[in-house]
C-alpha cells in the first residue's frame, strides 16, 4: 500500500510540472542555495532554439514582483521565447551586486556575475536555448546589475535593457564586443533621478547621471554620429545614437510620467504608478529581437517602434526627411 502510494504521488508530481509553464529552479552558487523562476512559453519545442530573456528584479523586490511588474511571461507566449526571474541574495531584503549598490550583496561581496553565468549554463543544459539571442533587462538594482553584466560578460549577451536605473560598477566599463543597449528611464524617478545624485530609496550611493551613461556606451559601440529624436509621442521620447558599430545600437527612451516604475506594467504596492506613455515590455522585445550574437548588418538598422506608431527622423533635419510605420 505505501510502495503505491508513494508511485502515486511521484506520478501526479511529474504530471503537474509537465501541464505547467512556471517552474522554480534552484543551484548552489559561493555556498548558498540560489533560486530563479522560469516561465516555457506554451508553443515550446525541445527540438527548437528558443530565446532567453533574463528579467532581473529590482532591490528589496523578488522574481515574483517583477514577474507581475513587466507581464513578460504573456510577451513570452505570444513572441516565443523563454524568460527567467532570478532571486537576489536574502538577507534582510533581497539585492543585487552590480558595484557599488546595492545593500549586503555589496558589503558582503556577493557574486551576481558569476551566479547568473552558472543559471544560464543549467539553462542550457535542460532547454534548448538559442546561445545567439540570450538577453538581459532588470529594473532599478536589476538594471544595475544587467551594465555590469553587459561590461563584464558581453559575449554571452545579444543585447541588453535596462529600466529606471543607472550603472554603478567600481572599475571602467570595457566589454568584450559592443553591446546593443536599450535604456528606458522616467524624468521624474527620484529614486534613480536622471539627472544624477542621491536618490530617496534605501540604496545610499550616488548615481551617475543617465546620459552620462549612454554617452559610455556610445563610446563602447564607437558611435560616432548624432543622438537624434526618432519617437516623440504623448510626453515619451526616443532617442537613437547614430552611426554606431556594426552591429549594435544605442537608444534611450524617457517618458514624463510614471516614476520609478515599470513603464506600462503593473504598480507595486509601494511603487510609483507606472507610466502610460510606454509599454517598456513590448519596446524591449522589439528591441532584443532585432540582434542576435552572430549578427549581420542586415540584421539591424530597424528603429524600434510601438504598435500604432509613426517614427519621423531623423528630427530636427536639414535635408532628407523620413517617415515610417510599422
Known amino acids: 500500500m505505501k510502495s503505491t502510494f508513494i508511485f502515486l504521488l511521484v506520478h501526479f508530481f511529474v504530471f ?13 552558487h559561493q555556498g548558498f542555495w540560489r533560486t530563479y523562476k522560469i516561465h516555457v512559453p506554451q508553443s515550446y519545442s525541445s527540438t527548437t532554439p528558443y530565446p532567453l530573456v533574463i528579467v532581473l528584479h529590482g532591490g528589496g523586490h523578488t522574481a515574483d514582483t517583477i514577474e507581475y511588474m513587466t507581464n513578460f ?33 555589496v558589503t558582503f561581496n556577493v557574486d551576481d556575475v558569476g551566479f547568473i553565468v552558472k543559471m544560464i549554463d543549467s539553462l542550457k543544459a535542460n532547454y534548448n536555448i538559442d546561445t545567439n539571442k ?27 535593457a535596462p529600466v529606471a536605473t543607472t550603472m554603478v560598477t567600481t572599475s571602467a566599463c570595457s566589454p568584450s564586443r559592443v553591446v546593443p543597449i536599450l535604456h528606458i528611464h522616467s524624468l521624474i524617478d527620484a529614486n ?25 556606451w556610445a563610446a563602447n559601440d564607437t558611435c560616432i554620429g548624432t543622438l537624434d529624436t526618432i519617437y516623440n509621442i504623448g510626453g515619451a521620447v526616443g532617442k537613437k545614437w547614430m552611426n554606431c558599430s556594426t552591429c549594435s545600437e544605442v537608444l534611450i527612451y524617457t517618458t514624463t510620467d510614471g516614476g520609478h516604475s515599470w513603464p506600462g506594467g503593473n504598480q507595486t504596492a509601494n511603487g510609483d504608478p507606472p507610466s502610460n506613455q510606454l509599454d517598456a515590455t513590448e519596446l524591449i522585445w522589439d528591441f532584443f529581437s532585432q540582434h542576435s550574437l552572430n549578427c549581420s548588418i542586415t540584421n539591424i538598422g530597424k528603429d524600434i517602434t510601438l504598435k500604432q506608431s509613426i517614427i519621423i527622423f531623423p528630427n530636427p533635419t536639414n535635408s532628407t526627411l523620413q517617415i515610417s510605420s510599422k
Open 16 to 28: 503537474s510540472i509537465n501541464a505547467q509553464t512556471n517552474f522554480i529552479d534552484s543551484l548552489q
Open 73 to 105: 511571461n504573456e510577451e513570452a507566449d505570444s513572441s516565443n521565447f523563454l524568460v527567467v526571474y532570478p532571486n537576489g541574495r536574502k538577507f534582510a531584503v533581497q539585492t543585487w551586486n552590480a558595484g557599488t549598490c546595492c545593500g549586503n550583496s
Open 134 to 160: 540570450i538577453y538581459v533587462t532588470g529594473a532599478s538594482n536589476g538594471g544595475m546589475l544587467a551594465y555590469r553584466l553587459a561590461c563584464e560578460k558581453a559575449n554571452l549577451f545579444a543585447a541588453v
Open 192 to 216: 534613480v533621478p536622471y539627472m544624477g545624485g542621491y536618490g530617496t530609496g534605501f540604496a545610499g550611493v550616488y548615481m551617475p547621471p543617465i546620459d552620462s551613461i549612454t554617452s559610455v
